[in-house]
């Protein structure tokens, strides 16, 4: 990766970015101001519904489209695991970007000593409180 070669930071933000609000729109804006090279996860369908027992409203291809397609990332791809060490060894990132609502939780202190351990780091945003696709699948339902 060239911009590695030059001493760039590589970052890294994965995501469902299912029916893609403004939540997702802030950490990707977030996430570009904080790198030099900025990649995004777009987490399967099947990935997905093994961590939350739910399947996305937006497909999986559509998803990927969407991220790569909004100008803001240089490169969107494949996430198949919860697991982001696995991630890592395809991106090999500097820095993984999450929402806050990770920081200092169980799953947020794992993640920041599992990348530790190859030399990453995590870097946490303010998440939005008032989007979420929770949220929009919950106004959705009531209809």
Not at 44 to 68: C, Y
Not at 71 to 78: K, L, Q, R, T
Not at 81 to 90: D, F, T
Request: with cysteine.
């Amino acid at each position: 990766m060239a911009i590695r070669r030059a001493g760039g930071v590589v970052g890294y933000v994965p995501g469902g970015w299912d029916m893609f609000h403004i939540g997702h729109l802030n950490i990707l804006k977030r996430a570009r101001e904080n790198c030099d090279w900025l990649v995004a996860g777009v987490v399967t369908d099947e990935a997905l519904f093994a961590m939350k027992n739910k399947w996305p409203i937006i497909p999986f291809d559509e998803r990927l489209e969407i991220v790569g397609a909004i100008g803001i990332v240089d490169e969107a791809v494949v996430d198949h695991s919860a697991n982001k060490l696995q991630v890592w060894e395809q991106v090999h990132f500097d820095v993984l970007f999450k929402g806050d609502d990770w920081r200092g939780t169980p799953k947020g202190l794992r993640l920041e000593e599992q990348l530790a351990g190859v030399g990453a780091r995590v870097l946490y945003f303010p998440y939005t409180l008032h989007t979420s696709s929770t949220e929009l699948r919950r106004v959705l339902s009531e209809w």
